[in-house]
């Protein structure tokens, strides 16, 4: 299983980018899914989580700002971000709950490679 995050660069205060993250391989469910983010110097941090339902969680830090969605038939978990700011500067890293077989399987936490974002003017 392999989780290909894109969508990061650099952006002026204020701005919009769209992550997105899919997930490839052998997968039979994928629980939640969700994005965190690891600026220099600091630990890694949750930014939102969405559950297969699509029932959602976010970091105090980014509502209302930022947006995450999935498409479960393409395996992929999306984070819309907008207004943007510097401190919002980050790589951001995607995770997903994946079973790859429908018997004697667990769910497991698989990690994107990480995709940096620098709002920066």
């Known amino acids: 299983v392999q989780l290909q995050a894109s969508g990061g660069g650099l952006v002026q205060p204020g701005g919009s980018l769209r992550l997105s993250c899919a997930a490839s391989?052998?997968?039979?469910?994928?629980?939640?899914m969700g994005w965190y983010r690891q600026a220099p110097g600091k630990e890694r941090e949750l930014v939102a989580t969405?559950?297969?339902?699509?029932?959602?969680n976010y970091a105090d830090s980014v509502k209302g700002r930022f947006t995450i969605s999935r498409d479960n038939a393409k395996n992929t978990v999306y984070l819309q971000m907008n207004s943007l700011k510097p401190e919002d500067t980050a790589v951001y890293y995607c995770s997903a709950e994946i079973r790859r077989f429908p018997v004697r399987d667990l769910y497991l936490d698989y990690w994107g490679q990480g995709t940096q974002v620098t709002v920066s003017s």
């Open positions: 969405i559950t297969h339902n699509s029932n959602t």
């Open positions: 391989g052998t997968i039979f469910s994928i629980n939640d």
